[in-house]
């Protein structure tokens, strides 16, 4: 089974940035829509952002709007996340994921096919 594959995740110091992309080129629909997901050590996996591949539509989680920007190359098939003013909070495994449909998402049941997952650490 086809899993779009991320990369990027690094250790980086509080206030830096970090961009995280998600190759999705072997997905076979025309159209479906690509979010990104974070575990923080001890807790839940949780919504960070989705971007609709056809329509352009971006959403966020609260607790990364105005920090993270979701991005799209339709040509090479990447999405990235751009990471801005990194906090110790959002220190976790990042993970891709694709949906069936074309519309962003936070919800995770709407993705089904989920990548293996790129650490990210920030800390001083």
């Known amino acids: 089974q086809w899993q779009p594959v991320e990369s990027g995740g690094d250790v980086v110091q509080p206030g830096e940035s970090l961009r995280l992309s998600c190759q999705v080129s072997g997905f076979t629909l025309d159209y479906y829509a690509v979010g990104w997901f974070r575990r923080a050590p001890g807790r839940e996996r949780e919504a960070v952002s989705s971007i609709s591949l056809t329509g352009e539509t971006r959403v966020y989680a609260d607790s990364v709007e105005g920090r993270f920007t979701i991005s799209s190359d339709k040509v090479k098939k990447m999405v990235y996340l751009q990471m801005d003013r990194l906090e110790p909070e959002d220190t976790g495994v990042y993970y891709c994921?694709?949906?069936?449909?074309?519309?962003?998402?936070?919800?995770?049941?709407?993705?089904?096919?989920w990548g293996q997952g790129t650490l990210v650490t920030v800390s001083a």
């Open positions: 994921a694709v949906a069936p449909n074309p519309t962003a998402s936070l919800t995770e049941s709407d993705f089904d096919s």
